[in-house]
T-cell receptor
Framework: GALVYQYPRRTICKSGTSMRMECQAVGFQATSVAWYRQSPQKTFELIALSTVNSAIKYEQNFTQEKFPISHPNLSFSSMTVLNAYLEDRGLYLC??????????????FGEGSKLTVL | AQKVTQTQTSISVMEKTTVTMDCVYETRDSSYFLFWYKQTASGEIVFLIRQDSYKKENATEGHYSLNFQKPKSSIGLIITATQIEDSAVYFCAMRVSPLNTGANTGKLTFGHGTILRVHP
């Protein structure tokens, strides 16, 4: 089945430092990867949608300068949170999209990378 | 803009019973996909079941099934024979299919989740 691994699972960083997280699709080719942040209140925000060989599309309030993403192949993506501050804390989730005939956009998620900022 | 609303904050049930979780959505698009995911205590988000808007039949997947009422923009999740392990936070999500080029935005809009507690 489709598996998505994310690491690290948890990071505690000092305010103003950066955190890099990785997302690995195992057993399938992820045509695109969506990075989400889940707040402590459990709400989801889409940060960006990344498709291999295409420009990464960032949502409003999220920028490449703050959340640079690398997506070199169909099984791997990484994202960095630069200069993390308290408002950046949360669970960062990587959702990998499987190519399917119905073009449903169904995502398979990893376990997330939890960021705590001190 | 799309919106997904889960009005139930939490539900408690006894194991082996049936539970229904509500979800209503808003979209102007005629073609869309509806998903239910659950988030376990570890944070993992697990895909459960999907309903395609053009399908009239309610989707079923193991002990999960959906109550799709398109005129009401409602997609309830039904879990039969609940187990302790079903305790989790359940999220309803929607994705629309853009009408122009069929380009896939891939964006899922999530509800705020419903906490399910299954008691022995």
């Amino acid at each position: 089945g489709a598996l998505v691994y994310q690491y690290p699972r948890r990071t505690i960083c000092k305010s103003g430092t950066s955190m890099r997280m990785e997302c690995q699709a195992v057993g399938f080719q992820a045509t695109s990867v969506a990075w989400y942040r889940q707040s402590p209140q459990k709400t989801f925000e889409l940060i960006a949608l990344s498709t291999v060989n295409s420009a990464i599309k960032y949502e409003q309030n999220f920028t490449q300068e703050k959340f640079p993403i690398s997506h070199p192949n169909l099984s791997f993506s990484s994202m960095t949170v630069l200069n993390a501050y308290l408002e950046d804390r949360g669970l960062y989730l990587c959702g990998a999209r499987v190519r399917d005939r119905g073009n449903t956009g169904q995502l398979y998620f990893g376990e997330g990378s939890k960021l705590t900022v001190l | 803009a799309q919106k997904v609303t889960q009005t139930q904050t939490s539900i408690s049930v006894m194991e082996k019973t049936t539970v229904t979780m509500d979800c209503v959505y808003e979209t102007r698009d005629s073609s869309y996909f509806l998903f239910w995911y659950k988030q376990t205590a570890s944070g993992e988000i697990v895909f459960l079941i999907r309903q395609d808007s053009y399908k009239k039949e309610n989707a079923t997947e193991g002990h999960y099934s959906l109550n799709f009422q398109k005129p009401k923009s409602s997609i309830g999740l039904i879990i039969t024979a609940t187990q302790i392990e079903d305790s989790a936070v359940y999220f309803c999500a929607m994705r629309v299919s853009p009408l122009n080029t069929g380009a896939n935005t891939g964006k899922l809009t999530f509800g705020h989740g419903t906490i399910l507690r299954v008691h022995p």
